[in-house]
């Protein structure tokens, strides 16, 4: 990586501490005198401590200091990108796809007001990340300073918690605290802001193993009374269905072996949502797809029809549960979430239980394995057949003979050239519905998107951090044009950090959700949804120093996206003109319940838009 | 479901921006606060709050898990669970001149109250007790003699053994 190609690096000027500090040093651990390091010295060290890999970042006045003590020293590398939102995102693509927290470094102002849209879009998804923001001088703090910002103030809504670091000998503790807050429970980022002065100032450093937070004790194990209930109301259920959502992906990987465990010993249907793609294989028969308002028939139908309903790590969103008053008439609801307050937020629910996904899961499938007894479930012949009978719909057909590039096929051709196992980041829209529907996602942590919060311009910085937490790796952005312009600049970053990103353009020249929603419940009247004067995405690639591909033909799809995943050393933006009509299908209208779904009609038209009007 | 009136009381960090982690809360979820007292404990490092709220069963325990999960808290308690005592503060200053001057006095002694600061024609009145009292005394004031009303808002604290301490 080129990171490492810079002169080599000047010795630093030998530091003079003073006897005093010296005996600070000492008094506070008379065992092994703490080295005296200065504020900006000791945020550096603990990263080190802390086994950060790769931050992201950018400089400016207030963080100066941070960024000098970065230059003297080699195991902390920075990825310097072009924006400080392509920051917080980058950091956040490298958590979700690694399972360790991500880390930001910013300068104050607006260095860490740029970073928010980022920091909203972990926050909602549950993201662990770590944004360290320079502030002005303590004595300048409340002025109005130049590049002044109250940090803490606006991060206040969209983070776990945050710090102002006021004391340098607080320093290192509070950054402890925040990785520790930010990667336990339910992770989610956490804000460290740190005035300039605090980090020229000096301490002695010292790094705790562990730490306890009297007022912060995140559960572990779910009640073993309530698993128990849990595994009973499953056992005795006549039509069952498992509802999985991002928690399993974050608890980590044995909670999604829990999952498939539990699914496949019962035998029982089981749904993702968006965040929670790829926990359970999609290519089991057991998996009926994702549900909400782009789920599939099926799905959503055994959802509405469904006695008990077992839900691991999801929150029931508004995008998942449709009008809360008719979401499963007739299920009794078991809710499993690490955080409490999901728990009865939007629905009422029969068997609480309070815990980390995988370890809850492993306790149920304990409880399933030791419970002796014969485990199958003699209803499950008929639920199943009904379920059969919905999946024969084939909600997610599209006309396959089209003259046009279909988006869908475009997808299902990425799958196939990659073999399923590429990291698949996407940005927010129609495309981000295909590559949900198509891709097929059989392993956790492939899948990154902005599920949440919904953010354009997700996609690209993502991109780079799952590809520097995972190099080697096939990492494709699938995106549209115009997500993609949200975050073009990061495209310099990659050439910086050579990155050889796959960019999946599917462009319609229009954005696409927008103009669906116009279509089906505006009349068609296109407000603003068409995005004039496009640039020359091939030639815009290329100024950039990658690969640029324009593909027109259906017929040229597979061997374009072969090419350029074959090409191991170069992002290849592909941009492929799609047709411009084509919708997301199926769809639940904002309002309506999950058996009110609109199919594509026959004929392949779009006769199947809902016919109210409903906005939300 | 029926609305209650709830007195929330809790344990938190006394750090900065712990009051506004709490107020952003409410503000961000569409709560409604009808009065919240703050002030540190006879232990610094910890600020008792009481907080009186309203909302049917569902909306009050969204509140609590929500005021749970803010970081700074350490503890919570809903004190209209159980017997409690609840206490406020109220300043008053009312007219009082002429024949009124005597006949403001009586009514402060009646709801033992204390007159703090006199002046010609104005009295400052102090007085403690729950919210029903208080207004029940500028109920009983005509109302055109109240110059000015301050109200500390709710303190409050369980009756018994109940205790909300981090021992």
């Known amino acids: 990586m080129r990171m490492t190609d810079r002169p080599p690096l000047p010795k630093p000027p030998p530091r003079i501490y003073t006897k005093a500090m010296q005996k600070v040093a000492a008094a506070a651990d008379p065992a092994a005198a703490a080295e005296v390091l200065t504020g900006a010295e000791i945020v550096v060290r603990c990263l080190r401590d802390e086994k950060i890999e790769f931050i992201f970042g950018y400089p400016g006045g207030a963080a100066l200091h941070i960024y000098d003590a970065l230059y003297r020293q080699d195991e902390v590398k920075h990825i310097l990108t072009r924006h400080e939102q392509g920051a917080a995102h980058a950091a956040d693509g490298y958590a979700r796809a690694t399972g360790r927290p991500g880390v930001v470094l910013v300068t104050s102002g607006p260095g860490v007001t740029n970073t928010i849209t980022g920091i909203a879009t972990a926050y909602m998804d549950s993201i662990p990340m770590v944004v360290i923001c320079g502030q002005v001088p303590r004595h300048l703090i409340g002025d109005d300073a130049f590049q002044e910002v109250d940090a803490c103030g606006v991060s206040r809504p969209c983070v776990k918690h945050n710090f102002l670091v006021n004391d340098v000998d607080e320093l290192a503790l509070t950054i402890k605290k925040a990785f520790y807050i930010a990667t336990t429970g339910r992770p989610g980022p956490v804000l460290v802001d740190i005035p300039k002065d605090v980090t020229a100032q000096t301490a002695p450093y010292r790094y705790p193993q562990q730490i306890r937070i009297r007022s912060y004790a995140p559960v572990h194990r779910g009640h073993p009374g309530q698993v128990r209930k849990a595994v009973q109301l499953l056992r005795d259920a006549r039509r069952p269905m498992i509802y999985t959502g991002g928690g399993v992906v974050q608890s980590g990987g044995a909670a999604a072996a829990a999952l498939t465990d539990l699914v496949r010993i019962l035998g029982y249907p089981c749904t993702n949502t968006l965040m929670g793609l790829g926990a359970f294989p999609a290519s089991d028969k057991l998996f009926v797809g994702m549900l909400g308002m782009h789920g599939t028939y099926e799905a959503n139908m055994a959802m509405h029809h469904c006695d008990v309903l077992l839900a691991v790590g999801a929150r029931f969103d508004d995008r998942v549960t449709g009008e809360l008053s008719t979401f499963c008439p007739y299920a009794k609801i078991i809710h499993v979430d690490i955080d409490p307050s999901s728990i009865g937020k939007n629905v009422k629910v029969t068997v609480p239980i309070v815990g980390d996904a995988g370890k809850v899961l492993a306790d149920m499938v304990a409880v399933l394995r030791g419970g002796g007894g014969d485990s199958h479930n003699q209803h499950l012949g008929s639920w199943w057949k009904q379920i059969e009978e919905w999946r024969a719909v084939d909600s997610l057909r599209y006309d396959r003979g089209s003259a046009l590039i279909k988006p869908q096929f475009v997808i299902e051709k990425l799958h196939e050239v990659t073999k399923g196992e590429a990291f698949v980041t996407s940005d927010v829209g129609q495309h981000q519905m295909w590559a949900a529907q198509f891709y097929n996602f059989d392993r956790p942590r492939r899948w990154i998107n902005s599920g949440g919060l919904g953010t354009m311009g997700f996609g690209l910085p993502a991109a780079m951090g799952v590809r520097l937490g995972h190099p080697g790796a096939t990492v494709c952005c699938v995106t549209g044009e115009a997500s993609i312009i949200m975050c073009i600049q990061e495209l310099s970053t990659c050439k910086q950090y050579d990155l050889p990103l796959k960019i999946i353009n599917l462009n319609n020249r229009y954005m696409g959700m927008v103009r669906q929603w116009q279509e089906f419940f505006y009349d068609r009247r296109y407000s603003h949804s068409y995005m004039d004067a496009l640039p020359d995405f091939v030639a815009l690639a290329e100024s950039f120093g990658h690969k640029g591909v324009r593909v027109e033909h259906p017929g040229d799809v597979e061997s374009a996206l072969a090419e350029a995943i074959s090409d191991k050393d170069r992002l290849v933006f592909m941009d492929f003109i799609t047709d411009q009509t084509e919708n997301v299908y199926p769809m639940i209208a904002a309002g309506k319940g999950h058996h009110e779904m609109h199919l594509r009609s026959a004929d392949s038209g779009d006769g199947g838009a809902p016919a109210e009007r409903e906005l939300a | ?167």
């Open chain 2, 1 to 167: 479901m029926e609305e209650r009136r709830r007195i929330i009381s809790i344990l938190m960090e006394n750090e900065a921006g712990a009051l506004s982690r709490v107020a952003g809360l409410f503000s961000a979820r569409g709560f409604n606060i009808e009065s919240l007292t703050v002030a540190p404990t006879e232990d610094s490092t910890l600020s008792r709050m009481t907080l009186v709220t309203g909302g049917d069963e569902a909306v009050i325990e969204q509140i609590t898990k929500q005021l749970h999960k803010l970081v700074d808290v350490v503890k919570l308690m809903d004190l209209t669970d159980g017997r409690h005592i609840q206490r406020e503060l109220m300043l008053v200053k009312v007219e009082a001149t002429g024949e009124a001057r005597e006949e403001v006095k009586r009514l402060v002694d009646i709801f033992r109250g204390n007159v703090v600061d006199v002046g010609e024609t104005l009295y400052t009145v102090e007085l403690t007790g729950a919210g029903g009292k208080l207004d029940a005394f500028l109920e009983a004031l005509s109302p055109n003699r109240i110059v000015e009303v301050v109200r500390s808002g709710i303190s409050g604290i369980a009756r018994g053994g109940r205790a909300l301490t981090v021992r």
